[in-house]
């Protein structure tokens, strides 16, 4: 069954037919998988062409998880890309403030120095959340406990629902869904949201028509709800329809963020012998002429090769670059695909294969920042040291974020928070897997990888602080 076996099948088809076009069959449907060689070509197709929402639509079923308004509207990636990417910066104090004080609402409080249990996915889960949730709905929203449970749960239910129709066919579908409690979860936390930020959408819309508001880069408005307000036009610009563009955005980040904090944490638990040369990392940011400021995330060259480290081993899905096919188009090689194919590469096995990765079976945290260094050294980066072997950089063989201009707008976000949440754990925690057991493995269900949600692990505080 797909299900059970997608990452085998999808590795042997690789193995066999690297260079080649090939078909799997899923128990809802059937996908193409195309070989590296088309890539550059697949992803500067336009949308009327090859359509990468709708193929996310088509894999989240759209119209069971209310996932289709990415078909009618572009707003939840407009916004990233135009508003929130450009204005990190400005926003870093803010969520340096919000970690702060989510740590001290759900970080288990200890003034010893013995350890304790805890379950990484639950607490970090939370702390993503309202990391997400200080930049979409600012600070007045982000602590409030309905926006956080939807902004976490609504995922959690949408992935329940998506799991179990999968195994089903299509024509299923429409009986099946009435009976799944996930299903009817999903619809409520969508309606919560509507009525938790309906009346402050409202309120901004009618300001913002008559002329008496706009937003300023301020701590109350520096935040995807009020940009939304701002930007929407035409079909997009109601509360309701903004209410839901933020759950979805509250989808795209924080299990995907989630899932890299709990994976670099367990990298990091397994291979200790990084832990120093980060903690020194982020003292000589600390004690540099500028001191610790918005732009240090960007300097800890050696934590950010970790996190791509990391998502190389265990990204979210071993499928990327999906796209529905809205017209027939033949590519330069001579191969045909028809209107409503629905294709993709097999990105995890591309970016593992021997070919692009040496020993890619070895966790190397400082892999991309060597890669960094040498190309510093032949001129080939800015003095910043940015370049195309960052964590939030994409390549012809690094696709966990997707790849040309459908990529991940919110890469850069994500970046930031895990970086900052790594920071404080760096310098003020130690942790250790339960006695006698090792790294937890990944499990995988369709093409996705999950951490497993009730997964314990031990922490204790030890002497150091946190730069912020
Ligand atoms: C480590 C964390 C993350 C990973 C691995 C990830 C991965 C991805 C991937 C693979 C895509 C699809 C690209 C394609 O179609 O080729 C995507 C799209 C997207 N992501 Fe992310 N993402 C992450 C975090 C975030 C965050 C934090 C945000 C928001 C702040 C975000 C917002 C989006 C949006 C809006 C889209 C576009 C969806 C569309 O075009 O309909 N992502 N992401």
């Avoid at 996705?448 to 009730?454: D, Q, R, S």
Wanted: aromatic share 12%.
């Amino acid at each position: 069954m797909f299900a059970g076996k997608a990452a085998n099948l999808i590795e042997e088809g690789y193995q066999k037919f690297k260079s080649k076009t090939y078909q799997l069959i899923r128990q809802d449907s059937s996908i193409v998988v195309l070989p590296l060689s088309l890539l550059d070509e697949l992803s500067s197709l336009p949308a009327k062409v090859a359509s990468p929402n709708s193929a996310l639509e088509h894999d989240l079923l759209g119209n069971y998880t209310g996932i289709n308004l990415i078909l009618e509207s572009r707003l939840h990636h407009s916004i990233i890309q135009r508003k929130l990417t450009p204005r990190l910066e400005v926003i870093t104090p803010y969520l340096e403030e919000e970690l702060a004080s989510a740590f001290k609402d759900l970080f288990l409080e200890c003034d010893d120095s013995d350890w304790h249990e805890f379950q990484p996915y639950q607490i970090f889960g939370r702390i993503s959340a309202r990391l997400t949730a200080r930049a979409l709905v600012g600070r007045d929203l982000c602590r409030d406990p309905t926006w956080n449970n939807i902004s976490f749960n609504y995922t959690e239910n949408l992935f329940r629902t998506i799991v179990i129709l999968r195994l089903f066919p299509p024509w299923l579908h429409p009986f099946l869904f009435y009976i799944l409690p996930s299903y009817w979860n999903g619809r409520s936390y969508l309606k919560s949201a509507k009525a938790l930020l309906g009346p402050k959408l409202h309120n901004f819309i009618t300001r913002n028509d008559n002329g008496s508001w706009t937003t300023e880069d301020s701590e109350g408005e520096s935040n995807v709800l009020a940009w939304l307000a701002e930007l929407a036009k035409g079909t997009d610009r109601n509360p309701d329809t903004l209410a839901h563009v933020e759950v979805l955005l509250a989808l795209a980040s924080v299990h995907t963020t989630l899932l890299r904090m709990v994976n670099v944490l367990y990298d990091l638990t397994a291979n200790p012998q990084y832990l120093e040369e980060l903690q020194l990392e982020i003292q000589r940011e600390t004690e540099s002429k500028e001191g610790w400021n918005n732009n240090s995330y960007s300097k800890l060259h050696k934590l950010d090769s970790v996190l791509r480290e990391s998502q190389r081993m265990s990204p979210p899905t071993t499928l990327g670059l999906k796209r529905l096919f809205k017209q027939s188009h033949t590519f330069s090689n001579g191969l045909y695909v028809s209107e409503g194919t629905y294709v993709c590469l097999p990105t995890f096995a591309i970016e593992n294969d021997p070919e692009h990765t040496e020993n890619p079976e070895s966790f190397d945290g400082l892999r991309a920042y060597r890669q960094k260094q040498q190309e510093s050294l032949s001129g080939g980066v800015t003095a910043s040291g940015a370049g195309k072997h960052d964590f939030s950089s994409v390549g012809r063989t690094v696709l966990s974020f997707g790849y040309g201009k459908a990529s991940c707008p919110g890469r850069f976000f994500a970046a930031l928070i895990i970086k900052m949440l790594f920071v404080k754990l760096l310098t003020e925690y130690e942790f250790s897997f339960l006695p006698n057991t090792k790294r937890p493995k990944n499990l995988m269900l369709h093409e996705f990888l999950f951490c497993w949600p009730w997964q314990k692990m031990l922490f204790r505080k030890k002497v150091g602080g946190c730069p912020f």
